[in-house]
C-alpha cells in the first residue's frame, strides 16, 4: 500500500530541498521510504531513525557487515530499488 500523501506537504524546507537534490543528482524522485523518513519527521522519521539504528548497529550477535549483507540481500530478493 502506498500513501499518496507523501506527494504532498508537511515536509519542512530542509527536507524538501534535500529531496530536491536527489532528484537532481540522480534524475528520479526520491524513494518513498525517504519521503516516509521526512514526513512529520518529528512524529515519524526521528522514531523510524531510532529503530533503524537500532536494528543495524545496536547490539547483536551479528556483525554491522553480515546487517548489511542480510538487508540488501533482502532488498534484492524483494526487487526494492533504494
Do not use: I
Amino acid at each position: 500500500m502506498r500513501l499518496s500523501m507523501l506527494d504532498g506537504g508537511h515536509f519542512t524546507l530542509g527536507a524538501r530541498l534535500k529531496m530536491g537534490m536527489m532528484r537532481l543528482f540522480t534524475g528520479q524522485r526520491a524513494p518513498d521510504v525517504v519521503k516516509l523518513h521526512y514526513f512529520r519527521y518529528d512524529k515519524v522519521g526521528k522514531l523510524m531513525g531510532a529503530n533503524f539504528q537500532q536494528a543495524m548497529r545496536g547490539p547483536s550477535e551479528w556483525s554491522v557487515f553480515e546487517r548489511e549483507t542480510f538487508a540488501a540481500y533482502v532488498s534484492v530478493l524483494n526487487q526494492c530499488v533504494f
